[in-house]
């Protein structure tokens, strides 16, 4: 725990970050970017498989974290290994993993297994010994289906599970209280923490080891430092943010469903109806123009998208859908060229398929901002735009001034929300 000094009123928790070792170089990464040892937390090696997820959390004293996942990156099972009090446990030197499995006496195994939206405990590789820990649902869980025990969340705006209320008792068994950036307030007795790990955005805190790290899915999350432990595999979307950075640096007001892409939380003051979208190349910060376009939105308070491609722009658009954010308009702003159009940094033509995007534009007005495409009625601008409006329902016009005005841009409400919607 900090010192008062440091925290007066609220001190951190022992997952505090604590910077144990003094040296030059405390965390280790391999080329894809993920932290494969941690001198300040005892990690001594970090194994990733194929789809870049932690196999192997080995620590220097021997005690061991495996997981299990399916071809798709869904975790199946994790199994905790622990070095018996006055055993003869190893140094495991950075960069070593050790071979070990239960040992009676040696090596105590405990773990869990998942199953849809059933868990099981298991416990010393003995299969007489699992059992049911909890059945999952939309509002909590159940435990011990014989005789069933109802919990239910109580979720802020975020989705992060603040109580847990046993219904069959009509009482609260579990609080947790959080900093923007997940860390658990210190707690006291009847905050009953260990009743389920299930917390900041709902989502499984792994404690055990002093691992302390959110898994997210895609992604294992360090409340105490406020990132991520790995590369955001859609970081190309951002590429002008550190591909560690948690909700987009806005904890507050955002959250990040698995580990990729971070959206706006269940907030019911936030705005959801918006005139107009700018939507623009991932690459737009190389460009003055594309620049100038995001600065002008930024001041203006028009919401942004930016996207690589017709695919980007497809899950961008079902984003909105989940989120329930309404968008009349879309500005598509790029350099264009007589016949030659683009959907973020790629070429789009007559022959392109735009049909993904029609359950997200249909009805909508799209507004391509890139200047010349049907210049002296240019016959392949012109196709494009048929074959898009076509395709997509949508309302496809091209215009020559890539600047979006602010305000009343079709006649829909102005903006007056602070804030932009990256996706």
């Keep these: 725990m900090l010192p008062s000094a440091v925290s007066p009123y609220i001190p951190y928790g022992s997952e505090a970050f604590n910077d144990k070792q003094k040296i030059d170089t405390e965390y280790l990464y391999d080329q894809n970017g993920s ?8 990690i001594s090696t970090i194994q990733y498989n194929l789809l870049n997820l932690p196999d192997v959390v080995q620590f220097k004293n021997g005690n061991q974290i495996k997981n299990t996942y399916n071809a798709g990156g869904q975790k199946l099972g994790t199994e905790y290994f622990t070095w018996v009090p006055g055993t003869n446990a190893p140094v495991v030197n950075t960069g070593d993993v050790l071979n070990i499995s239960y040992s009676q006496g040696a090596i105590d195994q405990n773990g869990t297994v998942y199953i849809g939206n059933f868990e099981y405990n298991t416990k010393n590789g003995n299969s007489s010994l699992t059992a049911i820990s909890r059945i999952h649902n939309t509002e909590g869980y159940v435990e011990n289906p014989g005789s069933p025990q109802y919990y239910y969340y109580r979720k802020d705006h975020l989705g992060n599970n603040r109580e847990v209320w046993l219904a069959n008792t009509n009482s609260t068994v579990q609080r947790t209280q959080y900093y923007p950036s997940g860390l658990p307030w210190v707690t006291t007795w009847d905050d009953n923490q260990s009743t389920q790990p299930y917390k900041y955005n709902g989502k499984e805190f792994v404690e055990m080891h002093g691992y302390d790290t959110y898994d997210y899915g895609w992604r294992g999350y360090y409340p105490a430092l406020g990132s991520f432990t790995s590369v955001d595999p859609l970081a190309e979307k951002k590429t002008w943010m550190s591909p560690y950075v948690y909700c987009s640096g806005n904890p507050v007001n955002r959250t990040d469903p698995d580990g990729r892409a971070d959206i706006y939380g269940v907030n019911p003051k936030r705005q959801t109806d918006f005139g107009v979208m700018l939507v623009l190349p991932s690459s737009f910060r190389k460009d003055e123009a594309l620049q100038a376009d995001f600065d002008n ?50 070429p789009v033509s007559a022959k392109s398929d735009f049909t993904p995007l029609k359950e997200g534009l249909s009805g909508k007005n799209v507004m391509f901002s890139q200047c010349s495409v049907t210049e002296n009625s240019n016959s392949e601008g012109i196709a494009t735009l048929k074959q898009f409006s076509n395709t997509t329902n949508a309302n496809a016009t091209v215009t020559a001034d890539q600047t979006v005005p602010a305000g009343n841009v079709l006649g829909s409400q102005k903006i007056v929300r602070e804030g932009i919607i990256f996706i």
Excluded: C, R, W, Y
């Design 297 to 346: 939105a930024k001041k203006n308070k028009i919401p942004i998208m930016v996207v690589d491609n017709i695919k980007d722009f497809q899950e961008g658009l079902t984003t909105l859908k989940d989120e329930k954010v309404n968008v009349n308009a879309f500005s598509i702003s790029q350099h264009g060229a007589p016949g030659n159009a683009k959907i973020g940094d790629d």
């Design 35 to 42: 932290t494969t040892a941690d001198v300040n937390t005892g």
